[in-house]
Every structure is written in structure tokens, then in C-alpha cells.
């Protein structure tokens, strides 16, 4: 099974991909995710990658692609699910371009819906109350994000809808109504 959690910033992606990893034996590929892990390796990826993080804009898609297929190759597992990832039409195409190389099907894009008042709310509040800050969790950086997302990632709906492989779900209710749903979808798709 392979499935995209797609959504804005704040939108619930992580927390509701952790959920299907520990239920369902699918492995995780977020790309947010492994680029803080190169910052954290001090890696030359890491260097190029973070202050355009910081900004809250978007790396560049040869970086994030070759991310992208070394996870795939390397990974033993009966699905994935993909995080923040793709983030423009570019990126869509590209990677229906590698599935198909490695005989593999994209089966259900789920689009987790939360309006923007609601994210920034959620995102001062992670800032306020976590102790591991993300650096790119503050207002200004947010409010790009935000940007980002409607002007580029959005665009890659129309794409996924004519593959009829786009299906909408209500963020803005409790972690555990948002993966129940998230589960009835994912019912109608064969292992
Ligand atoms: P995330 O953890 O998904 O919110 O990603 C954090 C930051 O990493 C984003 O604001 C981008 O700067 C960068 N990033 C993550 N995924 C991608 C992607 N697929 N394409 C380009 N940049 C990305």
C-alpha cells in the first residue's frame, strides 16, 4: 500500500503517519524529517538545506528526489506512506515516474483539511508548548509556509483528482476522528 498524507503546515501529517506506521506495517518517508536529521549530521545537504528551511521555503527537488529514491531502494517494507512529500507538481510527476520504475502503485492521496486561522493557532501554540522548537516554527516562517503551500503545493490536487486518487478529510477534529477516517479510507484499498 502506498499512500500520500497531503495538507498544509500544522495540518496533523506527522502525527497521523506515526498512527498508521505503528498499526499497520507501513514505513514513513518524510521528507521535513530527513532533512532535519541531515542538519543534525552536520551533513553538506544539511548546510545547503537548512536556511532555506529557515525561510520556510522550498529545497530543491534534485535534492529532495535523490532523497526520495535512495529511501525507496533501500526500504524493505509492505507500503509507504509519504510526508510533506511531493510538494509541487514537479515532484508529483517525479514520483510517479520512480514508482513505476520500481513496479510500484500510488494508491490514495489523503488531503487533510484545516483552515489557515486554525494552523496558525496550532503552530503558536507548538511553539509555545513544546520543547523541541522547530526553528521554522514561528509565525513569519509559518505564514510563508502557508504561502508556499497555497501558491505550489496545492497545485498538485487537480493532478491527483483527474487520476481519481484525491480524497478530502476534516482536520479540524480530534487526532483520533481524523485517523479513524483516515482508516475507513484506507479500508477500500487491497495490500
Ligand atoms: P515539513 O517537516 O514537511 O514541514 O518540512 C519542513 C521544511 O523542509 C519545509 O518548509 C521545506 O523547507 C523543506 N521540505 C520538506 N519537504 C520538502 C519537499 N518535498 N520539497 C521541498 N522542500 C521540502
Not at 155 to 168: H, S
Amino acid at each position: 500500500m502506498i499512500i500520500i498524507l497531503f495538507g498544509p503546515p500544522g495540518a496533523g501529517k506527522g502525527t497521523q503517519a506515526q498512527r498508521l506506521v505503528d498499526k499497520l506495517n507501513l514505513k514513513q518517508l518524510s521528507t521535513g524529517d530527513m532533512l532535519r536529521e541531515a542538519i543534525t549530521e552536520g551533513s553538506e545537504l544539511g548546510k545547503k538545506a537548512s536556511s532555506i528551511m529557515n525561510r520556510g521555503e522550498l529545497v530543491s527537488d534534485d535534492i529532495i528526489l535523490s532523497m526520495i529514491k535512495d529511501k525507496l531502494r533501500e526500504s524493505r517494507s509492505d507500503g509507504f506512506i509519504f510526508d510533506g512529500f511531493p510538494r509541487n507538481l514537479e515532484q508529483a510527476k517525479a514520483l510517479d515516474k520512480i514508482l513505476h520504475e520500481l513496479k510500484l502503485r500510488l494508491d490514495l492521496v489523503i488531503e487533510i483539511v484545516v483552515n489557515d486561522e486554525v494552523l496558525i493557532n496550532r503552530i503558536e501554540n507548538r511553539a509555545k508548548e513544546s520543547k523541541n522548537v522547530r526553528s521554522d516554527d514561528n509565525e513569519e516562517v509559518l505564514k510563508n509556509r502557508l504561502n508556499i503551500y497555497h501558491e505550489s503545493t496545492e497545485m498538485i490536487k487537480p493532478y491527483y483528482l483527474d487520476q481519481k486518487k484525491l480524497v478530502k478529510i476534516d482536520g479540524m477534529r480530534s487526532i483520533e476522528q481524523v485517523s479513524s477516517d483516515i482508516e475507513g479510507q484506507l479500508q477500500n484499498i487491497e495490500k
